[in-house]
């Protein structure tokens, strides 16, 4: 349960629900409802009880901040039917957070270690406020901070930990395949058949984003290696029937598999970005070490820096127009030339909302792969949506640079 | 409510949500409770009925699409004892979106023509799943797809201009003080006795994110100008005691407000970025018609790269290393000259999690502006997480450039 007015009139997104689902997913534990509720006694004490009566396990966040409108712990005390007490164990917490960054506990968090008594407090080293872990009536309830990477070292050191040690014998195994290039209905038409021939405790879900569809399998059951074996059948029939449109599984990112392949390879890659303005380096390099690959980018927002920057005849513009397959070929080559990489990918499109025509609608987006073997291009035509438009461009270059590298130039 | 297994497993994030809470804030509807529950028709009943007893409007998404994890149909019409009847009216509407894309109605899709009987089916022109609209004992409920921007149009076309028809007279008034430069306790201490003074009915919280604090008061009642009033004293309040530090209010981003004070004073910016390796500039270019101010960028994430395209000495980077305040500088100078904008904004930092020493610890960054008056510099030590240093540089540099052209350069 998450616990905040700002989850409640949109301003946050709550992102701690699906980390820790994630989460308690990859340890096998289902979770049966994610609630949040306004900063509100009533409110939360009615869900804190009502989720109580029937989970075993209930994980509160937010709510515990140092300001006045954090009231998660005055309730938790009204529903363990106790009071706030100093918790020296709490405060020591606190007090070496505060040193590490060489600052003196303020009165206001010194208030932070005034936990209801009975509780257990859980060490937050990222953060002022320490975890709380209670039990009653065979339930285990967990209050967290609501700032997501306090909320996840307590989960990880703390929590996970703990609850391992009391895991009965449910398995609940999952895998899941990432598939770019066609979309959910016609991926499930093609797919019918099979799904048909699978076996009743495996079930096969959708889950559309832009740029991909994941299709996740879950099998449930006791047995582990029957579950196990299962699992990688069906992943086989998955990879036998759409092969092309598979870039990875699990916790894989296009990002994450392009450069494990150009690291591989030893080779190196640029880019030179029109209308995603620098989204296709930040994805790139948004992996851990992509330096080892990734070398940099000319952002060409102007058509003065295609022509200055990336060498672009002037000529092909004019005639062309900027989103075109010549522009966007001359753009990689440009970049490959002035950055000396193995291999440069280049954008121009139209993102939107402005700059479309009956000719070249918003969404229309050239995509060139400059390397060692010279230059592809291929046109794309996504909708009138700036940020999927950017979003769908980035995904569909690293597509192009990784079907490269995989040595199948299919589409 | 919002409907998948995918959302219990953490495989999305809720957004939709979020999404949702924001828009009926903005209409002064408060939501009570946001639940996820899984693709399960005792799970989804169970929670749908709960929601029906106690609030008069009930939204609902997900579990619509034409695959079979999807099951929110037969679940509605057990709840409404109905059956589903294929909608004429719904299939008109799926045959003209696949129409307009030059597409026949496949089988799967025109199942989902078929509806609960008695819901009036809503038009989504983004997708192939009509929303539903259901009224009973005084609760209304609405069905929709899940895929954000279907969901986004239905809300936003149908859902809103109905629900404005049937509402009273309580209102809620919100005002959202976006903040940038001083943690969440040290501003709730500085506004402590201030906030003391704030009238009753009207709530002070503090939304922290990575990069910016927002200040959010909501004023709830039912006369209109009596409420206005009251806010618009507090958000002086706040001006006159925190100036400093706000950057914006309520839908303002820091990329928006930079680029509104460049536009207005007709002048152009590029970026120089080594560790942000394009997201300063993907935040930049995220605002439609930000071409008019903003040319382009020199993503440098190697060494060459900087010494070739941003002519830094070489000299430089080996005498004070890349994340150094001599190398930042030279690195905006050298953007500035080669794109020829009035401003250059360049970056370098360690965002790690490799690459840290005792010396310049990772989240050490340097932030350069370089202009018609010189060149300012300035050292920022974030934390150890490459996602949030990346974010972090990216929010302090465009408040550098934002500070510099509202002519005060305080800290």
Same mark, same amino acid.
């Given at each position: ?30 979770v ?44 938790l005390?009204?529903i ?5 007490v100093?918790?020296?164990e ?5 007090? +070496?957070?505060? /040193?590490?960054?060489g600052?003196? !506990?303020?009165? &206001?968090?010194?208030?932070?270690? @005034? =936990?209801?008594? $009975? ?8 953060g ?23 909320m ?34 016609f ?38 290696? +029957?579950?196990? /074996?299962?699992?990688?059948?069906? !992943?086989?029939? &998955?990879?036998?029937r759409?092969? @092309? =449109?598979?870039? $990875? ?66 000529l ?13 070929c ?15 990918l ?66």
């Open positions: 349960m998450n616990i905040g007015d700002e989850l409640l009139i949109g301003q946050v997104v709550n992102t701690n629900a699906s980390w820790m689902a994630d989460l308690l997913a990859a340890e096998g534990i289902a049966e409802r994610i609630v949040a509720v306004a900063d509100r006694d009533e409110a939360i004490r009615q869900e804190l009880e009502r989720s109580m009566a029937g989970a075993a396990l209930v994980l509160v966040t937010g709510g515990l901040g140092p300001t006045r409108d954090d009231i998660t712990k005055a309730t005390c009204r363990f039917n106790t009071s706030l100093f918790n020296p709490a405060y020591a917490m606190i007090e +070496a957070f505060f /040193a590490s960054r600052l003196r !506990v303020s009165e &206001l968090n010194r208030m932070q270690a @005034e =936990l209801p008594q $009975g509780c257990l407090p859980l060490p937050n080293p990222q002022t406020a320490p975890g709380m872990w209670f039990e009653k009536e065979g339930c285990i309830l967990v209050a967290m901070p609501g700032v997501p990477f306090e996840q070292g307590i989960m990880e050191h703390e929590v996970v930990p703990r609850l391992r040690e009391r895991m009965d014998g449910q398995l609940i195994l999952q895998r899941t395949i990432l598939t770019h290039g066609m979309g959910e209905s991926l499930a038409q093609r797919l019918a058949h099979w799904e048909d021939t699978l076996p009743g405790d495996l079930g096969l879900a959708y889950l559309p984003s832009p740029g991909q569809v994941r299709l996740r399998l879950t099998a449930r059951g006791t047995d582990r290696s +029957a579950l196990q /074996a299962a699992l990688d059948e069906a !992943v086989h029939g &998955l990879q036998a759409i092969s @092309e =449109l598979i870039f $990875g599984y699990d916790r894989d990112t296009m990002e994450g598999v392009v450069g494990a392949l150009l690291k591989h390879r030893g080779q190196t890659l640029c880019t030179a970005e029109s209308c995603t303005g620098g989204y296709l380096a930040h994805r790139i390099t948004s992996v851990p070490g992509s330096s080892a690959w990734y070398l940099g980018s000319i952002i060409a927002y102007a058509n003065e820096v295609k022509i200055k920057q990336l060498n672009v005849d002037p092909l513009i004019s005639t062309h127009g900027a989103v075109s397959e010549e522009v966007v001359a753009m990689a080559q440009g970049a490959r030339l002035r950055l000396g990489t193995d291999w440069a280049a954008v121009s499109g139209i993102a939107g909302p402005d700059g479309g025509s009956a000719d070249k609608p918003t969404g229309t987006t050239w995509i060139a792969l400059d390397g060692p073997h010279g230059t592809l291009a291929q046109r794309f035509l996504f909708g009138n949506r700036r940020d999927r438009n950017i979003h769908m461009a980035a995904m569909s270059a690293m597509n192009m640079m990784r079907k490269q590298l995989k040595g199948s130039a299919t589409k």
